[in-house]
């Protein structure tokens, strides 16, 4: 029976409710008496024994237990594959291997504790599909019986946090190539283990922060071809797993100057519309954005500034706001791609989904792209050179400082902050603070980057342009904050207020990592 699991064979897609997965977490831990205990248990039951044994059947385990107990319909994508397994310990510090999963997992669904659906794939059109696997009630059951809780599991607290991905190479993988990424090995310096200590110290804050979403009154919106009613696959619900607080930061092209940028957080997986609904230790938030960050940045690296100058251009036609969208998506699609050819095939596949499904954003049809590139070009002379020069990841290395800067800050003052690349997130009674903040960093980090090159840039607070996002002081009136007991209690019972009920347990515990999956249904519309 073990190896029906482990054989690889052509099927077909897999259904929808394959489709509620997440990745197997190599850093899944807890060290509680009650755990080892039921893990030895566990081993002995399975015949499986040995130091190393227990170690990866705990990791597997506890993941298992974990999306579980998140959500018991959710499954873990894990490799059938020796090769794709990572093998730099940095980023593997328990060693998690291709040959103890499948001999786990084989004991495990032997014994009936697992559900398995293996992987496939089409030979002919190289799709493929990764195995999964989910507890079953059995195995909750037996940990349970152990004494095991939600609350003694927790990620391992070295796991790297620090990422170097080398450039983009293309591997072949059986009969076929594939593009990735691959994560590389690299030494510490005085100043990587500064950049880990700041992720460190913020992910502990916001490992004691209450981050939660109330969704009452949000309604999600997924626009869909008329094609594809009948494709349950489109139909799936938004998922959003509020234990995902752990940061990291990754870096590109085998090197730390470019990239860098945060990564992981529950807050990033969010529609913009959506974030408006965070809850930060019971507050609603207010979100912050730099405007035309890449632009203003590219100006300041010339010793200019963009000022008060359109930084995607604002045509004078009827259409014109959906134009600028257009220049929009131009002007920072440019700064990623190596020649004008690249840039226009990438923005042409872009507008060919977008417009289809927001026609009301977009013109009725794909503007002359090579005209308007050929506009932003002659509007943003100064900075000509770096349009399609391939200088995204070295800007995205710029903002990933002005980031981390008020990251640090903010950190050591214990308010917390949500980023989101150039945005923050962060309650309501320290929005001043981190709006001034955000201000300064930027002054901050490109005064260094200029350096004495450019003495007269001199940059004020005033030159530096954000937006505000009071979207969430519109919808929740003052009467609907939720900031009492009281209030807590009448909108979790009276109303079956699901945030409610998870914000009282938070004042009853003091636990401030949820480990919990919040589904929201989509209204369809088709198109």
Known sequence: MANEIIKIELRESTGAKYQNNRMFNYHRYGDHPNIRKAIKAL????????????KQTKVLVLDLYHCFKGDKTRYLTFFLSPNSY??????????VSYRPVRQITERLFDLGYIEVKKGFRDKKTHYTESSKMRANGSLIELLEKQGVKPRMISTWKDEEVIILKDKKKDVKVGDRWVEIKPKIDYEDTDEIIAMRKIVTDYNALLAETHADIDVTGYEYVRKIKESDKGNKNKHLPLKIDLSNKKVKRVFNDGDFEHGGRFYNG?????????????????????????????????????GLKLGTKEPYILPKCDEHNKLRRVYKLLMLTSVNCKNDHECIGAVTDELDDEMLQDPDKYPAKIPDLETMLAELKKHHKPIKQFINKSTGLALQCIDSSIAETVIRQMTARRVVVLCVHDSFLCKETDAAIVHKAMKQAFIQIVTQKVGDKYENLNLQLEDIFTTECKESQQRFPSYRRLQSTLNLLTWAFSFKNQYAKRRLKYIATRQATINHVVTITPRIEYY
């Open 266 to 302: 529950f807050w990033q997986q969010c529609p913009e519309s959506l974030r408006q609904h965070i809850m930060l230790d019971g507050e609603h938030v207010y979100e912050y954005d730099f405007s035309g960050l890449h632009v203003h940045l590219l100006y300041s690296l010339v």
């Open 86 to 95: 990572e093998s730099i310990r940095k980023y593997n510090w328990f060693k």
């Open 43 to 54: 081993c002995d039951e399975m015949a499986y024994k040995g130091m190393i044994a227990e």
